[in-house]
C-alpha cells in the first residue's frame, strides 16, 4: 500500500501522465492488459471508490490506462465535444470514430495531443516567430506580418499521432492508449512553410529544421521544452506545410495550438509544434526533446513481440502507413434493416489512396467502396459503400485501404516496443435484428 497511500488527485493525473499501464499496476493493482478492459479489485478499486465518493457498479469494464474524467482538471476540453479524455497533465483527449465523419474535422471534434502544459497568454496580436539558424535574413515575425508578407492560403490537411492504435499493441506498449481517435483532417489557413524559409534564405549546409513552441514542461523548469521536434529541409520545402493561424475558418483552439502552430500533414503529428514560437535551421538531424533514443522511432528491421531493441537500432518516424476508419455506423450498432450504408476516411502519408475495400464476412470477400479525391495533397479521402446483411445477426464491417504505391493495411500489428504505427484494418461489429 506504500506506493499508493499518499497518492491525491495531482499525483494521480501525474503518474497516468507519465506511464498509463504502470499506473494501473501501482495504484490499482491490475497486472494485465491483455485487453481494453481490466479488472479492479482490492485496495485499489477500494482506494479509488474513496477517491470518486463513490462505489464503481461496472469496475469490471473500467478501460485500462485512462484516468476517471471526474479526477480531471475542469474544463481541460473546454469548446471540445464529445471526445474521451485519456489524460489531463498534459491534455490528451480523442474523438470516437462515429464523431469524425464529417469531412472537414470540426475544431471541436479535433483530438489533443498535448506533450507539456499550454501556455497562458495565447495573444495573437503579441505572437512572435523567429526564423534563424542556418539563414542568410535571421527573421522575427508577428502573425500580421506573416498574414502581410506572404500568400495566406487554405488547405484541409490530415495530422494523426505517431501513437494512435497504440492500446491494441500486445505485450502493451507504454504511453497514451490511444485506440481510433487520435487524428482529424480540419481546414487550415496560413502560409506556406516553405515562403517564409525562401524569404529567410536557407544556407547551402542546412539539412533539418528545428522547431519550438512556448508550451511549459510538466516540471515546471523554466527553459526545459517539452517537445522539440524537426523535419528534413526536402521534406519543409514541399508546398502543403503550413504555418497556420486558422483552423476551420476560425482562431485555433487552445489545445490546438493557439494562436500559431505549423501543420505537417502525413507525418507524425508532434512534427506539426504547437504555439509556435521559433523554427531554426541547423547541419545536423536535429536533436531536441523527444527527437532521440526511441521517442517517435520504430526498429529498422521486423522484431518479435516483446524483443528488447537496443536504441541504435531504432530510426525516425517519417511518413505515416496506410490506413482506414469506419466512421458509420457508430460500433455495436443495432439496424433494422438488411442495407447498412458505410462510410469513413482513408490516408497515407504522402501518397494517395487508390482503393477501398469493405467485408461483412470475416474478410472471406470483399467489395469495392466509392472512393473520393481527396480535397488537396495531405488531406483524407472519404469513402463509402452499401452493404447488404444476408441474414439476421452479428456482423463486423472491415476495411482497407491501398495507396498508390500498392501497400495495403495489414491484418496484424506490426509491433514495435513503443507502440507506434498501428495501422491494422478497422472493425465495426453491428448487429441485424
Known amino acids: 500500500m506504500s506506493d499508493k497511500a499518499n497518492i491525491d488527485h495531482k499525483g494521480l493525473r501525474e503518474l497516468y501522465a507519465k506511464d498509463p499501464i504502470e499506473a494501473d499496476r501501482i495504484f490499482l493493482g491490475r497486472e494485465s492488459h491483455k485487453d481494453r478492459r481490466g479488472f479492479l479489485k482490492g485496495a485499489g478499486l477500494a482506494t479509488l471508490?474513496?477517491?470518486?465518493?463513490?462505489?464503481?457498479?461496472?469496475?469490471?469494464?473500467?478501460?485500462?490506462?485512462?484516468?476517471?474524467?471526474?479526477?480531471?482538471?475542469?474544463?481541460?476540453?473546454?469548446?471540445?465535444?464529445?471526445?474521451?479524455?485519456?489524460?489531463?497533465?498534459?491534455?490528451?483527449?480523442?474523438?470516437?470514430?462515429?464523431?469524425?465523419?464529417?469531412?472537414?474535422?470540426?475544431?471541436?471534434?479535433?483530438?489533443?495531443?498535448?506533450?507539456?502544459?499550454?501556455?497562458?497568454?495565447?495573444?495573437?496580436?503579441?505572437?512572435?516567430?523567429?526564423?534563424?539558424?542556418?539563414?542568410?535574413?535571421?527573421m522575427t515575425l508577428s502573425i500580421a506580418d506573416l498574414k502581410s508578407r506572404f500568400e495566406v492560403v487554405k488547405m484541409a490537411l490530415t495530422i494523426e499521432c505517431g501513437g494512435n492504435g497504440r492500446a491494441f499493441f500486445n505485450p502493451p506498449a507504454k504511453g497514451?492508449?490511444?485506440?481510433?481517435?487520435?487524428?482529424?483532417c480540419s481546414e487550415w489557413t496560413g502560409v506556406r512553410l516553405r515562403d517564409v524559409l525562401n524569404a529567410a534564405g536557407v544556407q547551402k549546409t542546412a539539412i533539418y529544421t528545428a522547431h519550438e513552441g512556448a508550451d511549459m514542461h510538466l516540471s515546471g523548469k523554466e527553459g526545459k521544452l517539452p517537445l522539440s521536434r524537426g523535419v528534413p529541409i526536402e521534406k519543409a520545402m514541399t508546398d502543403n506545410i503550413l504555418i497556420a493561424f486558422e483552423q476551420n475558418g476560425a482562431p485555433l483552439h487552445l489545445h490546438n495550438g493557439a494562436p500559431l502552430r505549423l501543420v505537417v500533414p502525413g507525418w507524425p503529428g508532434s512534427c506539426s509544434q504547437k504555439w509556435l514560437t521559433r523554427i531554426y535551421l541547423r547541419d545536423i538531424v536535429h536533436d531536441g526533446p523527444k527527437m532521440?533514443?526511441?521517442?517517435?522511432?520504430?526498429?529498422?528491421?521486423?522484431?518479435?513481440?516483446?524483443?528488447?531493441?537496443?536504441?541504435?537500432?531504432?530510426?525516425?518516424?517519417?511518413?505515416?502507413?496506410?490506413?482506414?476508419?469506419?466512421?458509420?455506423?457508430?460500433?455495436?450498432?443495432?439496424?433494422?434493416?438488411?442495407?447498412?450504408?458505410?462510410r469513413g476516411h482513408a490516408w497515407s502519408g504522402d501518397r494517395t489512396i487508390r482503393k477501398v475495400d469493405i467485408s461483412i464476412d470475416f474478410g472471406a470477400t470483399w467489395q469495392s467502396a466509392e472512393l473520393k479525391s481527396p480535397a488537396n495533397d495531405?488531406?483524407?479521402?472519404?469513402?463509402?459503400?452499401?452493404?447488404e446483411l444476408p441474414l439476421k445477426g452479428y456482423y463486423e464491417i472491415w476495411a482497407r485501404a491501398e495507396d498508390d504505391a500498392g501497400e495495403m493495411q495489414p491484418h496484424a500489428i506490426n509491433w514495435n516496443p513503443k507502440g507506434y504505427l498501428n495501422n491494422t484494418m478497422h472493425r465495426v461489429a453491428v448487429r441485424y435484428s
Not at 497514451?176 to 487524428?183: E, F, I
Open 176 to 184: 497514451n492508449q490511444w485506440t481510433y481517435g487520435a487524428v482529424a
Open 292 to 342: 532521440t533514443g526511441k521517442a517517435y522511432r520504430t526498429p529498422n528491421r521486423p522484431v518479435e513481440p516483446g524483443e528488447k531493441v537496443e536504441t541504435k537500432d531504432f530510426k525516425i518516424i517519417e511518413r505515416m502507413p496506410v490506413k482506414s476508419l469506419i466512421t458509420a455506423p457508430a460500433t455495436n450498432s443495432t439496424v433494422n434493416g438488411s442495407t447498412v450504408e458505410v
Open 49 to 138: 471508490g474513496a477517491m470518486l465518493g463513490a462505489s464503481i457498479p461496472f469496475h469490471r469494464n473500467y478501460p485500462a490506462g485512462l484516468i476517471p474524467v471526474a479526477l480531471a482538471d475542469e474544463n481541460v476540453l473546454e469548446g471540445k465535444d464529445g471526445l474521451t479524455l485519456l489524460n489531463d497533465r498534459p491534455v490528451n483527449a480523442e474523438t470516437p470514430p462515429h464523431l469524425l465523419d464529417d469531412s472537414i474535422t470540426p475544431t471541436n471534434r479535433h483530438f489533443i495531443r498535448n506533450n507539456g502544459i499550454a501556455p497562458d497568454d495565447v495573444s495573437a496580436d503579441d505572437w512572435k516567430l523567429t526564423i534563424d539558424g542556418l539563414v542568410d535574413n535571421p
Open 378 to 387: 495531405g488531406a483524407w479521402q472519404d469513402f463509402s459503400a452499401t452493404v
